[in-house]
Nanobody
Framework: QVQLVESGGGLVQAGGALRLSCVASERIFSLNAMGWYRQAPGKQRELVARISSGGSIMYSDSVKGRFTISTDSAKNTVYLQMASLKPEDTAVYYC???????????WGQGTQVTVSS
């Protein structure tokens, strides 16, 4: 069982920046992918950014060019640097980790990001 603990959420004005952190309880190179999802009130959870163990990165169209996902293997941490934040980025952000064999899907508890206009 992989434990994921997020931090870094908060209240920020539109145009501002935040950095989210997610610390994993085991070495992240043992996981096949890690990512960030978000869920706004009344909406489905959606993928924000994902990075594979091979270094492939994908972003949702809504955050491309504004958000950056990165990892620090020494700290077993994945980051989401968010810039040029918009009110529509307001959501609970969840860290996710995937192990392919056997398949396991792990989630953090979530961290609230609120962007005021």
């Amino acid at each position: 069982q992989v434990q994921l603990v997020e931090s870094g959420g908060g209240l920020v004005q539109a145009g501002g920046a935040l950095r989210l952190s997610c610390v994993a309880s085991e070495r992240i190179f043992s996981l096949n992918a890690m990512g960030w999802y978000r869920q706004a009130p009344g909406k489905q959870r959606e993928l924000v950014a994902r990075i594979s163990s091979g270094g492939s990165i994908m972003y949702s169209d809504s955050v491309k060019g504004r958000f950056t996902i990165s990892t620090d293997s020494a700290k077993n941490t994945v980051y989401l640097q968010m810039a040029s934040l918009k009110p529509e980025d307001t959501a609970v952000y969840y860290c996710n980790a995937v192990r392919s064999v056997p398949f396991r899907d792990y989630w953090g508890q979530g961290t609230q990001v609120t962007v005021s206009s």
